[in-house]
């Protein structure tokens, strides 16, 4: 009997390929589920429970919050990446990881196929292949929900067919939850006019009045909340729980998926969020110019490509390396003000701050130039388009 390694979910989909893979195509089928932060102790054993008793021949939870942060969540902070200004790829990241994950776990138990529950009209059906081809070329991929353009409906009349009993019914918002975001879907979602309701979002407003948190970065990193040290994927879980209490972070997405058709997700990212914004404004005092510039170039391709699932091409190492290299002097304080719905950014302190007032203070003194300095460089500033307007007699009516 060939072996197949699934990536599980606990879902209608995939609970349905196990059961398929099975019954249908005879794979002795392990299930694997890949956790970036999105659940507990009791709902990885309710899913380890059902993907048993559906059949499957060894069921695996694997933890990699940790190096999902290491090797992903750090750089997405380090370049500030919000894709089209908005969404901080909660789910996109994660499916490249998980797609990861399964291909390490299907070779180490010396699997012949891979699988996956995604459908034919997402983006989580590239990702996966992408992933699963270019490590694990000699692996055929196998999608049942995909390849037999299979409804809700009619997924559950096989698994009821088959025996499976359990209840199936949709609830009327798709959670996905991680470390980096949770994303809500519903029919408000499908169209282009409907806000989504409160009620659709995960976290409720719990908290009043306005709370004051610090943020410690050292290269980049956070590092400490509230002058607590811990380890980063801990402070964003703690800044996470801060956060949603005030219902900061959500927000709708727009933009084009990798099948060229435009589409719209809700999601909650309180804490990816606020993060990156007290990020970049500490980067706003403590790097150069042209640094930000080319960061905000570079940052917005790398999210670009790995929203794309084009995680594993070389140049986003050689981005990578870069944006590493840019978080040398990002270390310092930054203190946000959380309030319901919204936050602010109140300051920083760092001892890389530009903003050193010994050399000048914007608008009111200057302390390393004298005037008739300040009148020469503007002069010569203005040389170019001076020449160009003379010689071209251009007039500015």
Known sequence: MKTIVLAYSGGLDTSYCLTYLQKELHYEVHT???????????????????????????????????HYYEKAIKYLVYGNVLKNNTYPLSVSAERVFQAIETVKYAKSIGASALAHGSTGAGNDQIRFDLIFQTIAPEMEIVTPIRDLKLSRQEEMQYLQN????????????????????????????????????????????????????????????????????????????????????????RDIHVGDTIIGIKGRVGFEAAAPIIIIKAHHLLEKHVLGKWQQYW???????????????????????????????????????????????????????????????????????????????????????????????????????
């Open 162 to 249: 088959n025996g499976v009993e359990y209840s199936w019914e949709k609830a009327q918002y798709s959670i996905n939850k991680g470390i980096w975001g949770t994303s809500v879907g519903g029919k408000e979602t499908l169209v282009s006019n409907l806000p989504l309701p409160d009620a659709a979002y995960p976290s409720q407003l719990q908290k009043e009045g306005t709370e004051k948190v610090t943020l410690q970065f050292e290269k980049g990193e956070l590092t400490a909340i509230n002058g607590v040290s811990d380890k980063p994927t801990a402070n964003i879980t703690k800044l996470e729980k801060l956060a949603s209490a005030y219902a900061i972070g």
């Open 295 to 397: 960061k905000e170039q570079l940052g917005n391709w790398y999210g670009m490509l790995f929203h794309e699932g084009q995680f594993l091409d070389p140049v986003m190492r050689n981005i990578e390396s870069f944006l590493e290299d840019t978080q040398k002097t990002v270390t310092g304080t930054v203190t946000v003000s959380l309030k319901p719905y919204h936050f602010s950014l109140d300051g920083i302190t760092s001892a890389h701050d530009l903003m050193n007032s010994g050399f000048g203070q914007y608008g009111e003194t200057n302390n390393a130039w004298s005037a008739e300095d300040a009148k020469g460089f503007i002069k010569i500033l203005g040389n170019a388009q001076a020449i160009y307007s003379h010689v071209n007699d251009i007039s500015y009516d």
């Open 32 to 66: 694997v589920l890949v956790n970036t932060g999105g659940f507990d102790a009791a709902e990885l054993e309710a899913i380890q429970e059902r993907a048993l008793a559906l059949g499957s021949a060894k069921h695996t939870n694997l933890d990699i919050v940790d």
